[in-house]
């Protein structure tokens, strides 16, 4: 078969992309999530009398466990495929990635499963993300900053 030919094909058989729909759904639901996200800020600020920034890590810390806990319970995957990259893009995107890449293979056992595949999605985030970081530390101090 052709590549213009397989082209055709997939095109016919595809389900029509519906862009708008999705960038107005993914735009509600991030908007959402930072909505909910400042009013757990406001709520620990107020409540706890802790500051902004440290109620900002115990936001980062609630909202992977919510995501996680969603993944596990196997309600996540349905929402995405609705929500899009409003939940997918933020970090609820990278605490499903690394819960749903550990659940998969936990049938293998604790080292063979959950320890060898646990960030196979997300690794290349963190290993990027690590040697970008010393990358930048590198030349801040090069540059006397």
């Known amino acids: 078969m052709k590549k213009e030919d397989y082209k055709k094909l997939v095109q ?5 992309e519906h862009r708008l729909r999705n960038a107005v759904v993914a735009f509600l639901t991030g908007g959402s999530i930072a909505l909910i996200g400042e009013v757990i800020i406001t709520i620990l600020v107020t ?4 500051s902004r920034v440290e109620a ?13 806990l969603l993944t ?17 893009i ?8 690394v819960a749903s890449s550990a659940l998969d293979y936990r049938n293998d056992g604790l080292i063979t499963g959950l320890g060898s595949n646990f960030f196979k999605l997300a690794g290349s985030v963190i290993l990027y993300g690590v040697i970008s970081s010393f990358i930048l530390v590198i030349v801040r101090v090069i540059l006397g900053g």
């Open 12 to 16: 016919k058989i595809s389900p029509p």
């Open 47 to 50: 409540s706890f009398g802790i």
């Open 56 to 68: 900002g890590g115990w936001l980062a810390l609630i909202i992977i466990f919510v995501a996680t």
């Open 72 to 88: 596990a319970l196997g309600f996540f995957d349905n929402w995405v495929s609705k929500c899009k990259c409003g939940l997918i």
């Open 90 to 97: 933020p970090t609820t995107g990278f605490a499903h990635s």
